[in-house]
Structures are given as C-alpha cells and as structure tokens.
C-alpha cells in the first residue's frame, strides 16, 4: 500500500480502525495493539485545526477524497505536522467500505517553510521591530527555546557582541562577552554546534549557562 515511511491507517465504514502499518507505528508511536478497533480521529487534539477537522468530517461523509496538512498527536503528547491523505474505497453496490488513510510527518519541512515565510514577510518591508530581535523572538516560538541569544563575532576571533538575547519572553540588555569556556566559543569555524545534554556540566566557567540552569545548548 506504501513505503514503510509512509504511514497508512485502514478504518472500517464507521472510521474504526482495522489495520495500521510500521510506518504508522513509527511517526506516531501507536502500536497496533494501541489503536484497534479505535475512531480514526485519536491522533487529533486541542492544537489541531478546527477548520481541517471540519473539511476531513465533511470529506469523510460524503466519500471525497481528503488531502491536506494537520497538527497530530504522538503517543508521547509530542505534536507533529501530518500531511494526510484519506481515500474512500466502495464496494460493487457503491458504498463506502473502507478509508484507507495515509500519513506523512512533514515537521521538519514545515518548520523550514515557517522560516522562508518569516524571511521574506520581514524582508518585504518596514517593520515595527529590528530585525535581529524579530529574528530572536521568531526562532524561540519554532525551536521552542527558552533562550536565544544572536551574535556577532569581534574582530579579534575571541569575544562576540551580541544583537539580540530573548530570555523566557523578554529581550535583554546586548553584551559584549568573552568565548573561551563557553559553547558559543565552539560555534566559530563550525556549522552545527550541538549539546543535547548536561551542558552546564561541560561549561562550568559561563555564567549564563549556570544562572540560567541550562539543560541544552
């Protein structure tokens, strides 16, 4: 029916499901013992919209076919963007006797769609906020970051200035700051820099890190 990164959903003419594949398993963490027999609508939640829900309700009754994008649930509680396909499939008499649904996590496509949209919405023309603190505020709502701090590296190659720091919902006064014994130090001549886990452990010496008990860089 689909690859194995697909997922794919069957449901029954009353929308309880009968099959799921591993692709489903994987993008939402359900297993198949999790969601049988289940209403093909579980994967919805508080942040899915309304106006979705009510075009998929819409296509479903009348046999259409459905295609669009959706805010969905894992198991977790984490949320994924889900660009869904459900199909109608009728019998000989032409009734509905299944969905086939179709499922495919495009967060990260749609996180990079956020940022071009946030570019060219702010490059287009005079806004009510410089552009770097814009920027900050931005990427703290799409990353879901407690902290963005935005830099400019000084001549000398050992200390930044900063542009714009956003901290739990207010910007703070800019810094000028020395990059030795911090990760931001690690960031320069790299392209991705990276600590998923105990950074303040890493850096004992920043003092950001340790005032703000920093889980992650």
């Known amino acids: 029916l689909a690859a194995v990164s697909q997922g794919v959903m069957i449901t029954s003419a009353d929308r309880l499901i009968t099959y799921i594949?591993?692709?489903?398993?994987?993008?939402?963490?359900?297993?198949?013992?999790?969601v049988l027999g289940r209403s093909g609508s579980f994967l919805?939640?508080?942040?899915?919209?309304?106006?979705?829900?009510?075009?998929?309700?819409?296509?479903?009754?009348?046999?259409?076919?459905?295609?669009?994008?959706?805010l969905n649930y894992r198991k977790?509680?984490?949320?994924?963007?889900?660009?869904?396909?459900?199909?109608?499939?009728?019998d000989e008499n032409g009734c509905i006797q299944q969905?086939?649904?179709?499922?495919h996590d495009v967060t990260e496509q749609k996180k990079i769609e956020d940022v071009q949209n946030f570019l060219a919405s702010i490059?287009?023309?005079?806004?009510?906020?410089?552009f770097f603190e814009a920027l900050a505020r931005f990427l703290s709502t799409c990353l879901d970051m407690f902290y963005?701090?935005?830099?400019?590296?000084?001549?000398?190659?050992?200390?930044?200035?900063?542009?714009?720091?956003?901290?739990?919902?207010?910007?703070e006064d800019n810094v000028t700051y020395a990059l030795k014994d911090t990760p931001c130090g690690k960031v320069v001549g790299s392209q991705v820099c990276c600590f998923?886990?105990?950074?303040?452990?890493?850096?004992?010496?920043?003092?950001?890190?340790?005032?703000?008990?920093?889980?992650?860089?």
């Open 21 to 34: 594949n591993a692709g489903f398993e994987k993008i939402t963490g359900y297993c198949s013992a999790d």
């Open 44 to 70: 919805h939640g508080p942040e899915s919209d309304p106006e979705t829900l009510t075009r998929i309700a819409a296509a479903v009754e009348s046999g259409e076919l459905f295609h669009g994008r959706i």
């Open 76 to 90: 977790d509680g984490s949320v994924f963007w889900n660009e869904l396909s459900i199909s109608p499939v009728f």
């Open 99 to 103: 969905f086939i649904g179709v499922l």
């Open 123 to 130: 490059s287009s023309g005079p806004s009510n906020e410089p």
């Open 148 to 171: 963005v701090c935005i830099d400019r590296l000084e001549g000398d190659g050992l200390n930044a200035r900063t542009l714009a720091i956003w901290c739990d919902g207010h910007f």
């Open 196 to 217: 998923p886990t105990s950074v303040c452990s890493l850096f004992p010496n920043d003092p950001v890190l340790q005032t703000l008990k920093a889980d992650s860089y």
